[in-house]
């Protein structure tokens, strides 16, 4: 029953705290163990506590859209990159029609879009590690337990396997 104005009961919430750990615990059991012991009973009841308010379940869709976006983006900038390599290798092979010449100017060139895309990709990947740390950031202002910044490899992907619960979570149908 709910008390006026559709507001939930203490028993409501309880029962919703209930479900969401009881799947956030089956969840946590479908990982590799060096995860399992990294997300404590603990954690999973401060997330199923901090699951009550669904304004949680829009932020991370939200940020899950963002960082979509964001991959696309970044992933058009190095195509448009492998693109102009291509041009500017075929603008030489029609430039150049001496063999030995072109031969010489087609391993330059080839070498300076290794280094292009090298450096453009170590750029993208800093573009990407800034948005983690971004996500992480807001998480942690929103109160979401288990995220911080952090740069450990470990603690990222417990971080994605959290924010994975949340997204499944969030379109299950929750008790009300």
Same mark, same amino acid.
Not at 89 to 102: H, I, K, S
Not at 130 to 133: F, I, T, W
């Given at each position: 029953?709910?008390?006026?104005?559709?507001?939930?009961?203490?028993?409501? $919430?309880?029962?919703?705290?209930?479900?969401? $750990?009881?799947? $956030?615990?089956?969840?946590? $059991?479908? /990982?590799?163990?060096?995860?399992?012991?990294?997300?404590? !009973? #603990?954690l999973l009841s401060g997330l199923a506590n901090c699951l009550l308010n669904e304004t949680v379940f829009e932020i991370v869709k939200g940020l899950m859209e963002i960082q979509h976006v964001t991959e696309k983006h970044l992933f058009q900038q190095r195509l448009q990159l492998i693109n102009k390599h291509s041009l500017e /290798?075929?603008? /030489? /092979?029609?430039? !150049?029609?001496? #063999?030995?010449?072109?031969a010489h100017r087609r391993a330059l060139l080839l070498q300076r879009h290794r280094t292009e895309l090298k450096s453009t990709d170590m750029k993208l990947v800093m573009q990407l590690d800034?948005?983690?740390?971004d996500q992480q950031v807001v998480l942690e202002k929103a109160g979401v337990p288990g995220f911080?910044?952090?740069?450990?490899?470990?603690?990222?992907?417990?971080?994605?396997f959290l924010l994975d619960f949340i997204l499944r979570l969030s379109n299950m149908k929750l008790p009300s």
């Open positions: 029953m709910a008390h006026e104005y559709g507001s939930p009961t203490p028993e409501d $919430l309880q029962n919703k705290v209930y479900f969401l $750990l009881e799947k $956030l615990q089956q969840m946590s $059991l479908e /990982l590799p163990t060096k995860y399992q012991q990294r997300i404590p !009973c #603990e /290798l075929q603008e /030489l /092979l029609q430039r !150049c029609p001496d #063999e030995e010449a072109r800034q948005k983690v740390s911080f910044v952090t740069n450990n490899p470990l603690d990222v992907k417990v971080q994605m």
